[in-house]
């Protein structure tokens, strides 16, 4: 296969912003340095969040001043208001990424807003970015398989939520399953819900591997021809407002799987499982993504 797929990094992001614990900006910054040089070139580097609520994510300003202007590295901020949209702005994130709840529930645990109000702050950034001119924009449409609290999420509520941000413009649209309780039949269901309902925006999807689906998930999507996932190094991740909730997909389990059947990712599947082992030292725990346990295959010299 020549398909080329994109793995954005969400490791310092979603990988550490439930971690016990906390990684100095220097490590935070070696961090990102190695996925870097493990190939990784969109990263979420930064969350624009009160850092009396999320400790983890506090520094935001300090790394991003850190991080070398260098082409083709691509930071992303992650953005939940106003406030944080010109955080992202004042510190050159190239990139911010807009989170929405696809439900009230999770919206006003995890926001302190609605879902209703969160698509107005949505509007209202749509807007402050035509007149700022960067960083680009996304958004993320989180628990989009199933609410830790309000319950099943419809495909219905889905699309009309992902019709509303194409129409406002948003070019990038993430389907997240932030509590890991998608399959893969559902995933490529909705994908082409979402697909049919907004055409012109490119699709992500950002899976968590809480209940051992996450891969057949990221299969599934990648044969419905999303060409786009989220992952985080060592199998990071975890929201704190999201009960149970474990990691993400590992990075290099995905690497792994996509590469052995042909397709390029552009990543350094040995300085990835590096990258892993060292994070995981730092928090003081082995790696979750089972390739940095058991390494690659065929093996260099066996």
Same mark, same amino acid.
């Given at each position: 296969?020549?398909?080329?797929?994109?793995?954005?990094?969400?490791?310092?992001?979603d990988?550490?912003?439930?971690?016990? $614990?906390?990684?100095?900006?220097?490590?935070?910054?070696?961090?990102?340095?190695?996925?870097?040089?493990?190939?990784?070139?969109?990263?979420e580097? $930064?969350?624009? *969040?009160n850092?009396?609520?999320?400790?983890?994510?506090?520094?935001?300003?300090?790394i991003?001043?850190?991080?070398?202007?260098?082409?083709?590295?691509?930071?992303i901020?992650?953005?939940?208001?106003?406030?944080?949209?010109?955080?992202?702005?004042?510190?050159?994130?190239?990139?911010?990424?807009?989170?929405?709840?696809?439900?009230?529930?999770?919206g006003?645990?995890?926001?302190?807003?609605?879902?209703?109000?969160?698509?107005?702050?949505?509007?209202?950034?749509?807007?402050?970015?035509?007149?700022?001119?960067?960083?680009?924009l996304?958004?993320?449409?989180?628990?989009?398989?199933?609410?830790?609290?309000?319950?099943?999420?419809?495909?219905?509520?889905?699309?009309?939520?992902?019709?509303?941000?194409?129409?406002?413009?948003?070019?990038?649209?993430?389907l997240?399953?932030?509590?890991?309780?998608?399959?893969?039949?559902?995933?490529?269901?909705?994908?082409?819900?979402?697909?049919?309902?907004?055409?012109a925006?490119?699709?992500?999807?950002h899976?968590?591997?809480?209940?051992?689906?996450?891969?057949?998930?990221?299969?599934?999507?990648?044969?419905?021809?999303?060409?786009?996932?989220?992952?985080?190094?060592?199998?990071?991740?975890?929201?704190?407002?999201?009960?149970?909730?474990?990691?993400?997909?590992?990075?290099?389990?995905? *690497?792994?799987?996509?590469e052995?059947?042909?397709?390029?990712?552009?990543?350094?599947?040995?300085?990835?499982?590096?990258t892993?082992?060292?994070?995981?030292?730092?928090?003081?725990?082995?790696?979750?993504?089972? *390739?940095?346990?058991?390494?690659?295959?065929?093996?260099?010299?066996?």
């Amino acid at each position: 296969m020549s398909r080329r797929l994109e793995i954005v990094e969400v490791g310092p992001r979603d990988g550490l912003q439930n971690e016990k $614990v906390l990684l100095s900006t220097d490590q935070k910054v070696e961090f990102i340095t190695r996925l870097r040089a493990a190939g990784a070139r969109r990263i979420e580097t $930064v969350s624009f *969040v009160n850092p009396h609520r999320v400790p983890q994510m506090a520094g935001a300003e300090e790394i991003m001043a850190a991080l070398p202007a260098e082409t083709g590295f691509s930071p992303i901020g992650l953005v939940l208001n106003a406030r944080g949209w010109d955080r992202a702005v004042a510190a050159a994130c190239a990139e911010a990424n807009v989170v929405v709840c696809a439900t009230d529930g999770f919206g006003i645990r995890n926001q302190g807003a609605t879902t209703a109000e969160q698509m107005d702050t949505l509007a209202t950034i749509v807007e402050r970015q035509k007149i700022d001119g960067r960083p680009t924009l996304s958004m993320t449409l989180s628990v989009a398989f199933g609410c830790p609290f309000d319950g099943e999420v419809s495909t219905a509520q889905v699309v009309a939520l992902a019709k509303a941000a194409a129409e406002l413009g948003v070019r990038e649209i993430a389907l997240a399953d932030t509590i890991g309780v998608a399959d893969p039949w559902t995933v490529r269901e909705r994908i082409s819900a979402v697909r049919a309902a907004a055409p012109a925006a490119t699709l992500r999807v950002h899976f968590h591997d809480t209940r051992n689906t996450g891969l057949a998930n990221a299969f599934a999507a990648v044969d419905a021809g999303v060409d786009v996932l989220d992952a985080s190094c060592g199998g990071l991740g975890g929201c704190p407002f999201a009960p149970d909730a474990t990691g993400n997909i590992g990075t290099e389990d995905l *690497v792994y799987m996509l590469e052995r059947a042909g397709f390029e990712t552009g990543y350094d599947l040995d300085v990835l499982i590096e990258t892993a082992r060292w994070v995981s030292a730092q928090l003081g725990k082995p790696p979750a993504a089972s *390739v940095s346990r058991a390494g690659g295959f065929p093996k260099i010299g066996a």
